[in-house]
């Protein structure tokens, strides 16, 4: 069997090329959902949140077992993981209390 040991540094840097224009979207579709108040900015942040960057933080944890990770990197790694999930709540709220003053205004619009 042959085994190939850059085989999951080439994968880092193809996720990581990846990983960083979609992180630039991510960012300005919130960025500019919040400001604006527009929910599907503000859902395509979820989305993308959910979809791509959830995954892509917990991907160093799974590979853990087949690399050895200095412990700096487990910290960041960590970290990361919180940042990217108190994201998720919070965007989640956002979401939600921008759905609510909308539709009330909405209401009170209407003769």
Do not use: K
Request: with cysteine; aromatic share 14%; proline share 6%.
């Amino acid at each position: 069997m042959v085994r190939y040991p850059y085989a999951n540094h080439f994968i880092y840097i193809a996720l990581w090329i990846i990983q960083i224009p979609l992180e630039y979207y991510r960012l300005r579709v919130g960025y500019r959902g919040n400001l604006q108040e527009t929910i599907p900015e503000l859902i395509s942040f979820l989305i993308l949140t959910i979809f791509f960057v959830v995954p892509l933080s917990i991907l160093p944890f799974i590979q853990q077992s087949t690399t050895d990770m200095y412990p700096h990197e487990t910290t960041i790694t960590v970290i990361n993981l919180f940042f990217v999930v108190m994201e998720l709540i919070l965007g989640c709220i956002v979401t939600r209390r921008v759905m609510h003053t909308q539709s009330t205004t909405l209401f009170l619009r209407q003769p």
